[in-house]
């Protein structure tokens, strides 16, 4: 008696992982470096007296999807809810994706794009961007063209590399794509524009979002989507039943309500990355623009393997994306955090180099 092999294709690849180091600044993974408002904690801690955890959750996940709906000035059938943004990922995968279909990406870009997509049997064909990590536009009408892709998959602004897809590529890019366009929208509070603004339920375009960056709960596990209804209602069929519990509903729907508190957190990460981006130009790395929670750079003078790894021995923890498809050799990528912790990682950095 011996245990199955698992699918041939799955023991070739890894896991999507980031590293967890117990050091004193963590900033690897993009967080907020804030928790949740006060008045958040106490409102969800005199919910959870109203659960009643012996029943099921609402699986249509009702109040939630109001709440979003009313921030987004959206109906609420043009909201999809699920466990994180990866799992509105896979859900669109595994709705639109599969054997015998494509998934096209950008690289380089954020890695579960093409992680879920080759969990779920679809074929992956991938882009290039140009130097600046900007798309190609006459590049994308020809990948669509050739591979005619099912899913085309844009973050924006984009991981690891910060930039935004401007407005006129956005609209552009609609026109070029043959199948459902998703633009993974993790980090938009942090840019200056949207696309939430070209949803319509007639119109082949979904937008990611996620509680974990600007909502200070990526404990909590909760992602969103808002897109044509007859989209939402193909990813219903596809998510388990009761798959979102009634804690992440109450949670979610009791943020929404401090939406204010959140855009003074916003506002403050982005003065940090400001301030951050102005100070890694006066070293000696190249670092590039960024409308996201994150910077990208590269030490010039010293292998970025060797700058991560001493980073770590100071008490700092980066994100190493040295082996990303895409990028030069060295990049490493930084989260915004606390001015605190953002001295604490430029003293170091300043010191290595």
């Known amino acids: 008696m011996t245990l199955p092999d698992c699918r041939a294709d799955l023991a070739l690849r890894d896991g999507y992982h980031s590293p967890q180091v117990e050091v004193a600044v963590r900033l690897n993974t993009n967080e907020s470096p804030y928790p949740p408002p006060d008045g958040w904690l106490q409102d969800l801690a005199a919910a959870i007296g109203s659960v009643a955890f012996n029943r099921y959750p609402d699986r249509a996940a009702t109040e939630l999807r109001e709440a979003l709906a009313g921030l987004h000035r959206v109906r609420p059938d043009q909201v999809f809810v699920a466990n994180g943004s990866n799992e509105v990922l896979q859900s669109i995968c595994l709705a639109y994706g599969g054997p015998g279909r494509r998934a096209a990406v950008y690289e380089p870009t954020y890695a579960l794009h093409s992680h879920i997509a080759h969990l779920t049997s679809t074929e992956v064909v991938q882009g290039t961007r140009l130097g600046d990590f900007s798309l190609d536009l ?209 003293s170091a950095l300043k010191e290595i180099l």
């Open 138 to 346: 006459d590049h994308v009408a020809d990948v669509s063209s050739v591979s005619k892709p099912d899913i085309t998959f844009l973050c924006s602004p984009n991981n690891p590399t910060g930039n935004a897809l401007p407005a006129t590529s956005a609209a552009e890019i609609l026109g070029l794509s043959p199948g459902l366009v998703v633009l993974d929208e993790a980090y938009a509070d942090f840019a200056d524009w949207s696309a939430l603004s070209l949803v319509d339920d007639e119109v082949p375009l979904v937008v990611t979002r996620t509680f974990s960056k600007t909502w200070s709960m990526a404990a909590l596990r909760l992602g969103y989507l808002i897109g044509p209804a007859r989209v939402v209602a193909s990813l219903e069929r596809v998510v388990l039943p009761y798959h979102l519990d009634a804690l992440k509903q109450i949670a979610g729907r009791l943020a929404v309500a401090h939406d204010d508190e959140m855009r003074r957190r916003v506002a403050a990460i982005i003065s940090e990355r400001r301030r951050l981006q102005g100070a890694l130009e006066n070293l000696d790395v190249e670092v590039w623009p960024s409308e996201a929670n994150f910077l990208l750079f590269r030490p010039e003078n010293r292998k970025g393997d060797e700058v991560w790894r001493a980073l770590v021995d100071r008490g700092v923890l980066v994100r190493n994306t040295s082996n990303w498809p895409g990028l030069a050799s060295g990049c490493l990528r930084v989260t915004v955090g606390t001015g605190q912790e953002n001295d604490a990682f430029l």
